[in-house]
């Protein structure tokens, strides 16, 4: 069974995908009385009409997740326009903090799946209130900066996005590293495609097109919710594929002490090992700038934790 605690657009969109491909059985947790059990009700009957043989339920209940091997946590308040990732702290951070002890409650052997934004701080809080093995806290954040920075790449470029190869790593917000270095197009280095200015026009609008998504229609919710999927399938299945999610790190590029997106193997226990990169000093200056930036999170909340 694959649960989810919130059953708000994200949570809802990602149980939808997650019932319609049959990955598992789906439970979904909200406090709001009903709207767990009539998202449940709408993805069955759409499920019923294409065959898909699953169970989809809905509850204010977090003993309902008993059993779970995957629970994704979504509860939290959404970024309203004009707002970071990080204005949402305080206020997430209560509300993560009580959901991650009933996940060790009820479901104490699952694999965590952190989308609650400022995320990489939220997984933190996870792993802290859970106190799950550090392998069982996942963040998804970095396969959704991947799939931005190849939507531009290939407006850009005017290419299929089935030919982008690329990698995204870092704090799940401003600070992101989109990585040039590792991104090719059918295999040609896209440093041959593009020059330098071209290339930083193509990392600034992947930086800041979640902003635009959010004052436009007022959520990111589809490209959360493919994220969301494709994580679940890889632990769900056992697919040991190689994903830049967020985890916590005891050294591994040169930082330690707080959860932040690398590339790793993810499979049925969740992380299976953190795969290295050499980075260059501007792409580690980057990508340790993104880590001071969750520190400070963490430590503006460590007095509740």
């Known amino acids: 069974m694959i649960g989810f605690l919130g ?3 994200v949570g809802a969109q990602a149980a939808l995908e997650v019932a319609s491909a049959g990955i598992d059985d789906v439970t979904l947790v909200d ?3 009903g709207l767990a059990e ?6 069955s009957q759409k499920i019923a009409e294409t065959g898909v043989d699953v169970e989809v339920r809905g ?3 977090f003993s309902s997740l008993k059993g779970s091997k995957v629970i994704v946590i979504t509860a939290g308040l959404a970024r309203k326009p004009g707002m970071t990732r990080m204005d949402l702290l305080q206020k997430n951070a209560g509300i993560v903090t009580a959901v991650a002890k009933e996940v060790a409650k009820h479901a104490p052997d699952c694999v965590a799946l952190t989308v609650t934004n400022p995320m990489d701080v939220m997984n933190y809080v996870v792993l802290r209130k859970t106190g799950f093995p550090k392998g069982r806290v996942v963040g998804m954040g970095g396969i959704l900066d991947l799939s931005r920075f190849k939507s531009t790449i290939s407006a850009m470029l005017d290419v299929s996005h089935s030919s982008i190869t690329s990698l995204v790593i870092g704090e799940h917000g401003e600070s992101m590293l989109p990585l040039p270095r590792f991104t090719s197009i059918g295999g040609v280095p896209l440093t041959k495609l593009m020059d330098e200015t071209q290339i930083s026009q193509a990392i600034d609008t992947t930086r800041r097109v979640a902003i635009d998504v959010i004052s436009k229609k007022g959520a990111t919710v589809d490209a959360p919710a493919n994220g969301i999927v494709r994580m679940v399938k890889a632990i769900a299945w ?3 594929e190689v994903i830049p999610c967020s985890t916590y790190l005891e050294g591994e590029y040169g930082v330690k002490g707080i959860c932040i997106g690398v590339p790793l193997v993810l499979g049925a226990n969740g992380v299976q090992r953190i795969l290295p990169l050499d980075l260059e000093d501007g792409e580690k200056a980057q990508f340790l700038k993104g880590a001071q930036t969750i520190r400070e999170g963490i430590a503006t909340i460590e007095s509740t934790l």
Do not use: K, N, W
């Open 59 to 61: 509850s204010t209940d």
């Open 238 to 240: 056992d697919r040991r």
């Open 7 to 9: 059953a708000g657009r």
């Open 31 to 33: 406090i709001a009385p």
């Open 38 to 43: 009539g998202e449940a009700m709408d993805i």
